[in-house]
């Protein structure tokens, strides 16, 4: 398997403009996660699907933010409009979840750089 | 709200000792905590899970210990070699309402010098 893939890998875009982070994740993961990482606050979780369903949204910082997954092989993270303080890097992850505390598997990341 | 602390944000340590990572926790125990290792400009990779009723895991040269008293989990690396530098974290997985939520500390950078 290929494993999760992301794109862009980097993003440098200007202030105010619009910013859409893909991902493909692992065929047969029912859940898909984003998360942000910084150096300052680490690696925050903003928003969980399960079965392509959001559970749990409150990691996203604000309106600014929107995340959608229109089918089980495709998520989106979009930044609009987008300011400096988003610069981070952004990863997209899946897991098959279940009881067993599964693994969950990153991709390599977007690199945001908003200027 | 849980908070999770990793006992440093960098551990330096010699080629051949046993390096010794802490993670802990406030609040409740969760169902399952697990280690992953990240390198720089990539994403994490899991590496270990132990679930809160166990004592100890191991895989190869990798020890994780499992304190629900102290609510501290301990991962040690046995013979470290220079490749094992990197960031490790924790993450502390929760269960309830029909959802699970996993919480990541912030990380150890692990430099092994030769």
């Known amino acids: 398997d290929a494993g999760v893939i992301q794109s862009p890998r980097h993003e440098v875009t200007e202030m105010g403009q619009e910013v859409t982070l893909r991902c493909k994740p692992i065929?047969?993961?029912?859940?898909l996660f984003w998360y942000r990482q910084t150096m300052m606050r680490g690696l925050e979780l903003l928003i969980y699907f399960n079965n392509n369903v959001p559970i749990d949204d409150s990691g996203m910082p604000e309106d600014r933010f929107s995340a959608k997954m229109p089918n089980a092989s495709f998520s989106t993270l979009k930044i609009q409009p987008s300011e400096p303080r988003d610069s981070a890097v952004y990863f997209c992850a899946s897991s098959s979840w279940g009881a067993g505390g599964n693994t969950i598997y990153f991709g390599e990341g977007s690199w945001l750089t908003v200027v | 709200s849980q908070k999770i602390e990793q006992n440093s944000e960098a551990l330096n340590i010699q080629e051949g000792k046993t390096a010794t990572l802490t993670c802990n926790y406030t609040n409740y125990s969760p169902a399952y905590l697990q280690w992953y290792r990240q390198d720089p400009g990539r994403g994490p990779v899991f590496l270990l899970l132990?679930?809160?009723?166990?004592k100890e895991k191991r895989k190869e040269r990798l020890k994780v210990t499992f304190d629900t008293t102290l609510k501290q989990s301990l991962f040690h690396i046995t013979a470290s070699q220079p490749a094992d530098s990197a960031t490790y974290l924790c993450a502390l997985v929760y269960s309830g309402a029909g959802s699970y939520q996993l919480t990541f500390g912030k990380g150890t950078k692990l430099s092994v010098i030769p």
């Open positions: 132990i679930r809160e009723n166990e």
């Open positions: 065929s047969g993961h029912n859940s």
